[in-house]
């Protein structure tokens, strides 16, 4: 064999060795992170509903940590490390990560979901939802462009809606169950919050877990 071709032979092997060593160490450092090195140790949490602090069974709690990080929109790849299911004692098991942690995840039907970025002392709350059948009505003529802004303020957290103002029109809208809802709107021209405002207004609702409202919303 010509010095030229041993050469080109020594270089090949070298290069197949580079890779070869680099992938296993980069698989073998994922299969780490996936599994046991990224496991914590199994922790009870409990979850409870809000305000009557009954032990909510059913509840599906999931713990995420993420793999990669983008300076510009954060997290670009969570993964899900763990995960149980309340039992009626509103308490499962689950892990945490010990390094990357990205976030925990509560889940139960018929009540609102929690997405939390943090964790304290494994005891949450979650809110049971209810409901209201809201009916728009006016004598007014306004553009058709128009659109409401509507946020549902409830005692720990809100949520924001918005509907094209139609007249005689109806939607239904979540409500925070068991607690005063605090229901504020403004009407714009159009679906812009910077366009001009034809007319505002706000109203209190109390509902009951899982209860059904009614409601006419005159403007």
Known sequence: MS?????????????FIFLFFNIKCSSDKNLDLLSGDNLGEKVAIKVKEYKTNLPLPGVKFSTYYCK??????????????????????????????????????????????????NYGDFEYIIHPEA???????????????STFFIIINGELQFVREYIQAINNSNKVFRLFGNEENKV??????TFNSNSDILNSGSFILNPKKFENLTYTLTY
């Not at 010095?3 to 290069?15: A, E, N």
């Not at 009540?111 to 939390?116: E, G, N, T």
């Not at 504020?184 to 021209?189: F, I």
Request: hydrophobic share 35%; net charge positive; charged share 20%.
């Open 68 to 117: 990669g990080y983008d300076q510009y929109v954060g997290c670009i790849n969570e993964i899900l490390l763990s995960s149980c299911v309340t039992d009626s004692n509103g308490s499962c098991n689950c892990s945490f990560p010990k390094k990357a942690f990205e976030k925990v995840t509560i889940e139960k039907p018929m009540y609102w979901s929690k997405q939390l970025n």
């Open 131 to 145: 409901w209201v059948n809201v009916n728009f009505k006016t004598d007014a003529v306004y553009p058709s462009s």
């Open 184 to 189: 504020d709107w403004v009407l714009y021209k």
């Open 3 to 15: 010095s030229c071709k041993m050469k080109k032979y020594i270089l090949y092997i070298s290069i």
